[in-house]
Structures are given as C-alpha cells and as structure tokens.
C-alpha cells in the first residue's frame, strides 16, 4: 500500500501543467448558469459542491453539461482570475473542453482510477497534462491507496480482452 500519494496516468484533453487543491464532484457541471463567472461560486441549486468556490483550484468531475456558452463562461473566468486552475475529468465533452483550449486550462481524462473516487476535497493535485498524470497528495497523510499495477498490466474499460 503506498502512503500518502498517489499517480493516476491518463490522456492529455488540452495541454499544460497547473497544481492546487482539489475540489471534487461526482455530479456534472455546468458553466452556464450553474458557476458565478464573477465569483467561481457553484451556484446550481442541489449541486453538491453548490456554494463551493472553484477559483485557483483543480477541478476534478464527472463530465459537463449544458449549452456551448459555457465554453465561454469558463474562458471569461479565465481573464476574471475565477476559473479552476486544471480539469481532471472522468468523461470530456465539447463544452468544457472547448472552454479549457480557449481559456488555456490544462484538462486531463481517461485516467486508470476514477479520479471522483480516488481524489478526496482538499488533497494537493499536480496535473501534467503533457504526460498525462495527475499526481494526488492526500490531504490525510495515512490515508492508503492500493498499490497499482505496472503500466503494461493496468486494464481500463476501453481495453480489450485478448486472452
């Protein structure tokens, strides 16, 4: 069991390298209406980070939703320094997508864990989108993860079984 740490390996969404404090849901979020582009404030009623500020931390979450101008609300976040520094994802889509190329956050997915499972609020998160890691810094330093198999033996769900 490894203590305290752990690297989760994925793919690259939108290039970069941002780090900071995790703010995790499991739910879908939406940028146009749901977030105050002035704030960073989750503001969807029911929303189970609603009244969270997302601002200067990694975003990690279940997918996006809602329409493409919530591509622009995450870029004018950006220029009002209220966006989240990085997205970990579990399953990308245009919306946020587009609003990390325009906004130039580093966003990455398909990882080999569920990062909304494994990466608790308020662990330290360093994302390299260019190498496509997330590098989680358990809040709780006892806090154990099992050890994870080496590259050419972790199976993920797109895999096919050959054998």
Do not use: W
């Amino acid at each position: 069991m490894a203590a305290g740490k752990l690297v989760l390996k994925g793919r690259k969404i939108v290039t970069g390298k941002a780090s900071g404090e995790a703010v995790v849901t499991r739910e879908a979020i939406s940028f146009n209406g749901g977030v105050d582009n002035m704030t960073g404030i989750v503001t969807e009623p029911g929303h189970e980070i609603e009244g969270v500020n997302i601002a200067g931390k990694v975003l990690v979450f279940l997918t996006g939703k809602g329409s493409t101008g919530g591509s622009y609300k995450i870029y004018d976040m950006v220029s009002r320094g209220t966006a989240p520094v990085a997205f970990v994802q579990v399953s990308p889509e245009g919306v946020t997508t587009i609003g990390a190329i325009i906004g130039n956050i580093p966003a990455v997915a398909g990882l080999d864990q569920d990062p909304t499972h494994v990466i608790s609020n308020g662990d330290f998160v360093e994302v390299d989108a260019d190498a496509g890691t997330v590098c989680v810094t358990f809040r709780d330093p006892s806090r154990h993860v099992p050890d994870q198999p080496a590259g050419d033996e972790v199976k993920r769900p797109f895999d096919a079984d050959l054998s």
